[in-house]
């Protein structure tokens, strides 16, 4: 069974950091791309970032470029994100999610599945 | 602003059949096969139902289905069951430099 765990989420100060983790298991990691999707509260999905099955391909919403970084180990089976300089706009719950393909644009077509989630809140 | 506009909310009566309906462009919905659609439930996470506009993954009900004409595409519940009560979002692969884009979502209520 595909499973996949987030952790990381807490409260942070704006322009404060935060790494959040993805644990997965359930199939060959590296061969698929990984998406981080977030959802503000009461709000709708927005895509983040995704990163290709090997690594070496990275993506961003322009409302996180710059801010965020996507990452992975293979080794570890787990996806990663480092958001820095946050805002109050970045609070939100975070999933990530498995994509259909390894690399490409197309990559990210759709999810499934989907983490638990993570709760993220930037406050002061 | 969300890129793809979907209506807020749809009811419909135990049985009915409903359609949800997702409306982008010529740069996403339009231009590409590329349209999926989630249910969530409350306090859970999104769960895919439809992929590539038309195909249901493994153990998803024949009661959904989806379909697209120009930049509107549209998700069709039949036979509503009280458990289909949940928000719906669409979503679609985009030639802008956003890559993924999401609906609003839609709130269906099963009265």
Known sequence: EV????????????????RLSCAASGFTFSNYAMSWVRQAPGKGLEWVSGIS????????????????TISRDNSKNTLFVQMNS??????????????????GRGAFNWFDPWGQGTLVTVSS | QSAL????????????????????????????NYVSWYQQHPGKAPKLMIYDVTNRPSGISNRF?????????????SGLQAEDEAD????SYT??????????GTKLTVL
Request: net charge neutral; proline share 4%; glycine share 18%.
């Open chain 1, 86 to 103: 946050l805002r109050a706009e970045d609070t939100a719950v975070y999933y990530c999610a498995k994509n259909p393909y390894t690399s």
């Open chain 2, 65 to 77: 289905s989806g379909s697209k004409s120009g930049n509107t595409a549209s998700l069709t519940i």
């Open chain 1, 53 to 68: 099955g090997g690594g070496g391909s990275t993506y961003y919403a322009d409302s996180v470029k710059g801010r965020f």
């Open chain 2, 5 to 32: 506009t979907q209506p807020a909310s749809v009811s419909g009566s135990p049985g009915q059949s409903i359609t949800i309906s997702c409306t982008g462009t010529s740069s996403d919905v339009g231009a590409y």
């Open chain 2, 88 to 91: 719906y979002y669409c979503s």
């Open chain 1, 3 to 18: 499973q996949l765990v987030e952790s990381g989420g807490g409260l942070v100060q704006p322009g404060g950091s935060l």
């Open chain 2, 95 to 104: 030639s802008s430099s956003t890559y993924v884009v999401f609906g609003g």
